[in-house]
């Protein structure tokens, strides 16, 4: 038998891999970009497979499946719109998933990959209507029946809304867990008063609870706006077909693709009110990306902040311990890194220049259509792997396990001469700052300098400079 089948589009014949369900047109991709090397993400295949699939069916319920004769035998509209269905829903369920292989950076608004999910299907549905891959004449064509009533243009939109959807709930739990971890956190630390620090300089005593609980609260901010900027992605475009007209689609389409789509993936989903914008801009996902981009900034600085206040230990801050999950050094023995939280700011990183990414491609539409879809669709469905794993990952591994240092926490605090701004309700800043220059070049303790310079009674001072009660705000009496 032969490695390869000998396939046809509208350039003329071209090799294929005998056991490849691709045809002629991804094989033409396959050689014409070789970029990256890299294959959709499967959000997209699902995406892409469940249009194809609800197409199917809506086509078949408007009655536009036509008999079709091959080699003497006549194969029903009807039995070829059932074989697409069940070829989608084994693509759904994600078999031949080495099937879809085109490069994302590649020509166009993504007819490469539209045409690859096309013919995976056409030939998968022929089988099931016993034509073989090596049969020439076969009923399901990848074009007139798989691609009815669709176009690349109207189809790779609505897979970008679709597949960022479909992980959407899994994103926001990751989140969510996140969030219900570092508020745990604040919850254990709330006894462990610190030195704040701001410009990386000392600064009025916080608790490291306290600290913790507004790392819960912005990754719930976060949490929030992506949940809000993924509303604009329900709204489909499908069924403007080439340019919005919606020309070749039945004028029902729309409104039971929608319907169908939203019943088949579970997902709300609602319709269209201009298909012409919906096929020329591409803003609903350039604003999910931006709202995952805020995201990824908090985390980073989240992430910073674990690595500085876990940092030494020994000549560091030193006022959180990290669990120990590797060893830090192929030189230093015992050493011990914060390698989740690097982890993490590296993952964040990528976020953010995919969004670059996502940005410039949204821009770069030009009248009825957007041509940067593909590589847009691969930042975002990158974008969200990469944040629900490495979410999960730092949450699950070192979130969980992170210890407080109170000794060395209270250690610096006791340190610390910026204490002096609580008394300057009772002694004033002039005298306030007069202290703190003291007690710094004499390695002193604010306390001791104020009862010395007879500025406060002991007994005052020891209330003026509860370190507790200083957290909590308000004007110390």
């Not at 610190?194 to 306290?210: F, I, M, N, Y």
């Not at 819960?216 to 992605?233: F, H, N, S, T």
């Not at 088949?264 to 298909?275: F, I, P, T």
């Amino acid at each position: 038998m032969s490695d390869f089948r000998v396939e046809k589009d509208s350039l003329g014949e071209i090799r294929v891999p005998a056991k490849a369900y691709w045809g002629a047109q991804t094989q033409r991709a396959i050689h014409n970009f070789p970029i990256t090397g890299l294959s959709p993400y499967p959000a997209f295949v699902w995406s892409m497979a469940t249009i194809k699939r609800a197409a199917a069916e809506v086509n078949s319920d408007l009655g536009l499946f036509q008999d079709k004769e091959v080699n003497g035998k006549v194969v029903s509209g009807d039995a070829m719109a059932q074989a697409i269905m069940m070829a989608a829903d084994e693509v759904i369920d994600g078999r031949f998933a080495d099937q879809f292989v085109v490069d994302p950076i590649q020509a166009g608004a993504g007819t490469s990959h539209n045409m690859n999910i096309n013919e995976v299907i056409a030939n998968r549905a022929n089988e099931h209507l016993e034509y073989g891959l090596n049969v020439t004449a076969k009923p399901v064509h990848p074009n007139d029946h798989v691609n009815m009533a669709q176009s690349t243009n109207d189809t790779i939109p609505t897979a970008i809304r679709l597949g960022c959807l479909w992980r959407l709930d899994e994103l926001l739990a990751s989140l969510k867990t996140l969030a219900d971890a570092l508020n745990g956190k604040a919850a254990e630390f709330d006894n462990v008063v610190k030195s704040g620090r701001t410009h990386l300089q000392d600064a009025v005593p916080v608790r490291l609870g306290q600290e913790f609980g507004a790392y819960a609260r912005a990754v719930e901010r976060d949490r929030e706006k992506i949940a809000q900027a993924a509303e604009g992605l329900r709204r489909l475009g499908i069924g403007g077909t080439a340019t919005g007209s919606g020309l070749n689609a039945h004028t029902e389409y729309h409104r039971r693709m929608v319907a169908t789509l939203g019943r088949l993936s579970g997902l709300e989903l609602h319709e269209s009110d201009d298909l012409f914008e919906s096929m020329q801009s591409l803003a609903d996902a350039v604003h999910f990306s931006g709202a995952l981009r805020t995201l990824a900034q908090d985390l980073t600085r989240i992430a910073n902040d674990f690595r500085l206040l876990s940092s030494g230990p020994s000549t560091g801050l030193d006022e959180i311990r990290l669990p120990a999950v590797q060893p830090g050094s192929s030189i230093m023995p015992g050493k011990v890194n914060p390698v989740l939280a690097e982890m993490l700011n590296m993952a964040m990183f990528q976020v953010m220049g995919n969004d670059l990414t996502v940005m410039m491609c949204g821009q770069a539409g030009q009248l009825e259509l957007n041509v940067m879809m593909p590589v847009m669709a691969y930042n975002l469905f990158q974008s969200m792997d990469i944040i629900i794993n490495s979410v999960n990952a730092f949450t699950e591994k070192c979130v969980v396990g992170v210890k407080s240092n109170e000794e060395k926490a209270s250690g610096w605090l006791a340190k610390n001469a910026i204490l002096v701004t609580a008394l300057n309700p009772v002694i004033g800043y002039q005298k306030g700052a007069e202290v703190a220059k003291e007690a710094m070049a004499t390695n002193r303790t604010v306390r001791e300098v104020v009862i010395e310079k007879g500025y406060l009674e002991a007994e005052e001072a020891d209330r003026l400079l509860n370190v507790r009660s200083l957290t909590d705000g308000g004007i110390q009496k």
